[in-house]
């Protein structure tokens, strides 16, 4: 089991430096006790970044997994369990995805509150785009620009974006199920993760990486939107205007 650092607070998610100890290397795959990469999961992309160990550099190129944490280098066999490393991700990537994967929520939160409880079924978070898909809706081009309107607007209102830890309860006494896709989640997950944006306008769970204000996004730029059939139809979009970046960590988690 690797300890997610980038998972304890939402803040975690701005620091780029972390020190760990190898615990496998298994083919081309380094396992450690700690990481603050993300793996694939939940929609969004693996982070990208080095591992630093006594015999130098090595890039991860892949990251996956969900109890342990593999990263994918090309001279693996240049670590051995016990080996002390320091690890650093991506800056520019780990943000993009912080930054697309907070408008994510947004949008799926203002198209669940204005047209008709349509539920979000799935989602791709990367750096330079990412889409959506929503069920059961049929996009016109006044819904697009109504949709637009209305997330810029919130992201104009630079609200904040919080994490906390709720049970399953008091999740669903707030927000409808068929919004969080609790009643999607095995039962036996009891407490969870719930990324908040501003005073419950959006209350979601999830294990992603996520910026801590909406001003941080920029302006949604909706690209395309396509049919998936059954009543499915999928949006891509990208990120504009003149968003207020923060600057990573400089210290080491
Ligand atoms: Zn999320």
Not at 55 to 71: F, K, P, Y
Not at 99 to 127: C, D, K, P, W
Request: charged share 20%; proline share 4%.
């Amino acid at each position: 089991m690797t300890e997610k650092l980038y998972l304890k607070t939402l803040d975690a998610g701005y620091y780029q430096h972390f020190d760990a100890v190898v615990t496998a290397v298994e083919g081309n795959n380094i396992v450690l006790d700690r990481t603050l990469f993300y793996p694939l999961g939940g929609g969004q992309h693996w982070d990208t970044g080095t591992l630093s160990g006594p015999n130098g550099n090595l890039d991860v190129t892949e990251v996956r997994g969900r109890q342990a944490v593999h990263h994918t280098v090309e001279d693996a066999h240049q670590l051995e369990p016990g080996d002390e490393v320091r690890g650093s991700i991506d800056w520019e990537t780990r943000y993009a995805h912080m930054r697309m994967h907070t408008a994510q929520h947004l949008v799926s939160g203002i198209v669940y509150e204005h047209f008709n409880g349509a539920r979000t079924v799935g989602n791709q978070i990367h750096a330079h785009s990412s889409r959506i898909d929503f069920n059961p809706i049929a996009f016109d081009e006044d819904m697009l620009s109504i949709l637009t309107e209305a997330v810029n607007q919130r992201v104009d209102e630079a609200l904040p974006v919080t994490d906390s830890v709720m049970t399953r309860a008091e999740i669903n006494a707030i927000m409808p199920p068929d919004r969080t896709n609790m009643d999607l989640l095995p039962s036996s997950v009891t407490e969870l993760r719930i990324v908040q944006i501003g005073n419950r306008l959006d209350m979601c769970p999830c294990a992603g990486t996520h910026v801590t204000n909406l001003e941080e996004i920029g302006h949604i730029n909706i690209l395309e939107k396509k049919s998936k059939g059954k009543g499915t139809q999928r949006i891509k979009y990208d990120l504009i205007g003149s968003p207020q970046l923060r600057q990573p960590y400089t210290t080491t988690l």
